[in-house]
């Protein structure tokens, strides 16, 4: 199985700051990785796919990059509606096993 | 609008089998995989397994000997069963869309674009 580390498990930021999220793979997903936004008591929600694709309707201020093992989620200018917990989910296992990582939770400083 | 409204039962004893719905409203009920995924209180994701609109399944090898995925394309639903649950099992059940294209065996990932509103099942005796 194709296992998933995120870091930091959490960070404390401020509005109209820049968080920068990592995720690794355990082994080459090519860029079959997504990540996600989840507030309490709700679903996730969808924010980038394949890496660096913006999920239709999400701000630009959310960006995904890496390839391989390694990835980033970045939010720029932090805004109140950001402070959440993210996911990153691969999507390179064949059969299909999606797996998520741990989660970082973004709060206020 | 694409929604995806789930229900059943949130209180179970240990042993019982836990049975959720899924009804989706809105889009294509083709040409997706549709899926369930938990998340125990306080806890990560955890992908269950999913189900195509021909009834092609895919399941988590750490559940598939407990798990049931069955669709239903007259009423564009599908369901989950897990057997034998214990309080391992209490999470929130979510049902999501995911979304793919398959181009001649090469498969594009667009992620679980669509989910539930969730559902708090809880085991105890």
């Known amino acids: 199985d194709i296992q998933m580390t995120q870091s930091p498990s959490s960070v404390s930021a401020s509005v109209g700051d820049t968080v920068t999220i990592t995720c690794r793979a355990s082994?080459?997903?090519?860029?079959?990785i997504a990540w996600y936004q989840q507030k309490p008591g709700k679903a996730p929600k969808l924010l980038i796919y394949?890496?660096?694709s913006l999920q239709s309707g999400v701000p630009s201020r959310f960006s995904g990059s890496g390839s391989g093992t390694d990835f980033t989620l970045t939010i720029s200018s932090l805004q109140p509606e950001d402070f959440a917990t993210y996911y990153c989910?691969?999507?390179?296992?064949?059969?299909?096993?999606?797996?998520f990582g741990p989660g970082t939770k973004v709060d206020i400083k | 609008q694409v929604q995806l409204q789930q229900w059943g039962a949130g209180l179970l004893k240990p042993s019982e089998t836990l049975s959720l719905t899924c009804a989706v409203y809105?889009?294509?009920?083709?040409?997706?995989?549709w899926s369930w995924i938990r998340q125990p209180p306080g806890k990560g994701l955890e992908w269950i397994g999913e189900?195509?609109?021909?009834?092609?399944?895919n399941y988590n090898p750490s559940l598939k000997s407990r798990v049931t995925i069955s669709v239903d394309t007259s009423k564009n639903q599908f369901s989950l069963k897990l057997s034998s649950v214990t309080a391992a099992d209490t999470a929130v059940y979510y049902c999501?869309?995911?979304?793919?294209?398959?181009?001649?065996?090469?498969?594009?990932?667009?992620?679980?674009?669509?989910w539930g509103q969730g559902t708090l099942v809880s085991v105890s005796s």
């Open positions: 999501a869309r995911r979304n793919y294209y398959d181009s001649s065996g090469y498969v594009e990932e667009f992620g679980f674009d669509y």
């Open positions: 809105g889009g294509s009920f083709s040409g997706y995989y």
């Open positions: 189900i195509s609109h021909s009834g092609s399944t």
């Open positions: 082994q080459g997903i090519n860029s079959w």
């Open positions: 394949a890496a660096s």
């Open positions: 989910q691969q999507s390179n296992s064949f059969p299909p096993l999606f797996t």
